[in-house]
């Protein structure tokens, strides 16, 4: 079947340092992936979306210059959160789906992420 | 832009109770829907999806019926078990192929 497994689980990172999170994609072609996150007593916000062969598109609020997305190949993708603060905490979610015409979007089960 | 709106907060009922959970949607484009269900600790997983104006989907017990007219999907279970106690949210996949937008989730507790 299809999976994503998402690492680290958990990080805890000091305010004003980096901290990366990956996805690795099993079983299927993450032919686009994007980056959620999940705030304390919110839903999921859609950070980017990334296509193979295609540019990042950054949603607004989210900048390339503060979570650097890289997805080299079609297994594999990892977005950095850069000069993490407070605000920034939070459960961030990767989601792939392949581009055979297949509507369902795989989840990893999430970095969440602790800054102090 | 796209926009989802649930029965927001906390659903607490009797196990063995019918349960439905509100979705309604807002979008310019041709609508596909979704709801996800997230166990505690775990990834979201597909529950349920459709495109179909008025066609009831099931899965595990669970259904809804995208009604384009009211632009809503809303998701009820007949009789609800200690396990579907999780949090579900309804999504939409509107203008971008790609692009899921999220409602805010609502949490569902089945007491014994």
């Known amino acids: 079947g299809a999976l994503v497994y998402q690492y680290p689980r958990r990080t805890i990172c000091k305010s004003g340092t980096s901290m990366r999170m990956e996805c690795q994609a099993v079983g299927f072609q993450a032919t686009s992936v994007a980056w959620y996150r999940q705030s304390p007593q919110k839903t999921f916000e859609l950070i980017a979306l990334?296509?193979?062969?295609?540019?990042?598109?950054?949603e607004q609020n989210f900048t390339q210059e503060k979570f650097p997305i890289s997805h080299p190949n079609l297994s594999f993708s990892s977005m950095t959160v850069l000069n993490a603060y407070l605000e920034d905490r939070g459960l961030y979610l990767c989601?792939?789906?392949?581009?055979?015409?297949?509507?369902?979007?795989?989840f990893g089960k999430g970095t969440r992420l602790t800054v102090v | 832009g796209d926009s989802v709106t649930q029965t927001e907060g906390l659903v607490t009922l009797t196990k063995g109770l019918p349960v439905m959970l509100n979705c309604t949607y807002q979008?310019?484009?041709?609508?596909?829907l979704f709801w996800y269900v997230q166990h505690l600790n775990e990834a979201p997983k597909l529950l349920l999806k459709s495109s179909t104006d008025n066609k009831r989907t099931e899965h595990q017990g669970f259904y809804a019926t995208l009604h384009k007219s009211s632009s809503s999907f809303h998701l009820q279970k007949s009789s609800v078990q200690l396990s579907d106690s999780a949090l579900y949210f309804c999504a939409l996949r509107g203008g971008s192929f790609n692009k899921l937008t999220f409602g805010a989730g609502t949490r569902l507790a089945v007491c014994p």
């Open positions: 979008t310019t484009y041709s609508p596909f």
């Open positions: 990334s296509t193979v062969n295609s540019a990042i598109k950054y």
């Open positions: 989601g792939a789906r392949d581009g055979q015409g297949r509507t369902e979007v795989f």
